[in-house]
């Protein structure tokens, strides 16, 4: 079975991006530039926000962090995203989810400037992906899809069956799998006989969040497997499927899987990072 290896890929796009970032600074005298908001002292979402800030400043991107109150008023926030979408050295803005229960997360999405919207989650973004090439592209599906072709996964006609329909990873994911000539079938809490729809997935991706719902049983002969979950199990971190309790069946099953920690989870940040460049490339030429 092989191993669909996110950390190498992840490596080599971010390598590949820190040689065009010092071209282009050398080039446009700025350096491109992003913005984290993140409301609240969620120790799971500290983590997520530094580990990307990290990544941006390893090749050459400029990151601000700003991590305000649980208390925030959702006012106090849709300021801050004006003040960032007027900015013109910030090409890139991302609001960390989730937000505070008092906040309406969708409005204060919809406040981003969709052309800094480097989640891709703004409905002007999640327009242009159903009707053209020109969308910024949620980071999670769009790493996938990296991650498939570099491993040489061809999509074209096969049946990829997706589980879980969150504006987040499924239904993007969906799109984007359509765009690459696959037939797609999207499963979530409310499907029935899901073993019967997921045997049926040459490309089974899986963003449930709950470890050991899809079994080796429920898999079709030679399917390839991609495991976006992120669970807390014991302490330890595991995937929705490949450190699950029938691995040694779906090893055999499968023709390749994505590891957790090591495959979904790098490749979504490279993607976060091909998207702060390709805002910031698009805003110099213009
Ligand atoms: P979500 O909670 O928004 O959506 C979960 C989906 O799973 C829903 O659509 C729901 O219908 C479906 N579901 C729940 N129970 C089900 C069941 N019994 N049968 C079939 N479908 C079921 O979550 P999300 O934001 O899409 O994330 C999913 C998982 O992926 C989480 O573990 C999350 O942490 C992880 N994630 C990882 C990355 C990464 O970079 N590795 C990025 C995003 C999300």
Same mark, same amino acid.
């Given at each position: 079975m092989q191993t669909l290896n996110g950390t190498a890929l992840a490596k080599k796009i971010k390598s590949v991006l820190a040689i065009e970032i010092e071209y282009l600074v050398n080039k446009y005298r700025r350096s491109p530039k992003l913005c984290i908001i993140m409301a609240g002292d969620d120790p799971a979402n500290s983590s997520y926000v530094k580990s990307k800030k990290k990544s941006c400043n390893e090749i050459g991107i400029l990151c601000d962090l700003n991590i305000l109150p649980y208390a925030t008023s959702q006012q106090e926030l849709l300021t801050l995203i004006d003040s960032l979408n007027q900015?013109?050295?910030?090409d890139g803005i991302l609001v960390q989810l989730?937000?505070?229960? #008092?906040?309406?997360q969708n409005v204060v999405l919809q406040s981003i400037d969709y052309k800094k919207d480097?989640?891709?989650? #703004?409905p002007m973004n999640t327009g242009l992906l159903n009707s053209s090439t020109d969308a910024l592209i949620p980071c999670t599906p769009k790493g996938i899809l990296s991650l498939l072709k570099a491993e040489g996964v061809s999509i074209t006609g096969k049946h990829c069956v997706i589980i879980g329909r969150s504006n987040l990873v499924g239904k993007p994911m969906a799109q984007l799998m359509l765009r690459e000539n696959a037939s797609v079938t999207v499963c979530h809490s409310?499907?029935?006989?899901l073993p019967y729809l997921t045997r049926q997935g040459e490309i089974l991706i899986i963003a449930i969040?709950?470890?050991?719902?899809?079994?080796?049983?429920m898999l079709k002969e030679g399917a390839v497997v991609i495991d976006v979950g992120i669970n807390s199990v014991e302490g330890k971190l595991v995937g929705d499927i490949y450190n699950s309790i029938d691995v040694n069946n779906i090893e055999k099953k499968a023709a390749a899987i994505s590891p957790?920690?090591?495959?979904v989870g790098p490749m979504t940040i490279a993607s976060l990072l091909e998207n702060v460049v390709e805002i910031y490339k698009k805003r110099m030429c213009d």
């Amino acid at each position: 079975m092989q191993t669909l290896n996110g950390t190498a890929l992840a490596k080599k796009i971010k390598s590949v991006l820190a040689i065009e970032i010092e071209y282009l600074v050398n080039k446009y005298r700025r350096s491109p530039k992003l913005c984290i908001i993140m409301a609240g002292d969620d120790p799971a979402n500290s983590s997520y926000v530094k580990s990307k800030k990290k990544s941006c400043n390893e090749i050459g991107i400029l990151c601000d962090l700003n991590i305000l109150p649980y208390a925030t008023s959702q006012q106090e926030l849709l300021t801050l995203i004006d003040s960032l979408n007027q900015n013109t050295e910030v090409d890139g803005i991302l609001v960390q989810l989730p937000l505070p229960k #008092h906040i309406d997360q969708n409005v204060v999405l919809q406040s981003i400037d969709y052309k800094k919207d480097v989640d891709g989650l #703004h409905p002007m973004n999640t327009g242009l992906l159903n009707s053209s090439t020109d969308a910024l592209i949620p980071c999670t599906p769009k790493g996938i899809l990296s991650l498939l072709k570099a491993e040489g996964v061809s999509i074209t006609g096969k049946h990829c069956v997706i589980i879980g329909r969150s504006n987040l990873v499924g239904k993007p994911m969906a799109q984007l799998m359509l765009r690459e000539n696959a037939s797609v079938t999207v499963c979530h809490s409310k499907t029935r006989d899901l073993p019967y729809l997921t045997r049926q997935g040459e490309i089974l991706i899986i963003a449930i969040g709950h470890p050991n719902l899809v079994n080796a049983e429920m898999l079709k002969e030679g399917a390839v497997v991609i495991d976006v979950g992120i669970n807390s199990v014991e302490g330890k971190l595991v995937g929705d499927i490949y450190n699950s309790i029938d691995v040694n069946n779906i090893e055999k099953k499968a023709a390749a899987i994505s590891p957790v920690p090591g495959g979904v989870g790098p490749m979504t940040i490279a993607s976060l990072l091909e998207n702060v460049v390709e805002i910031y490339k698009k805003r110099m030429c213009d």
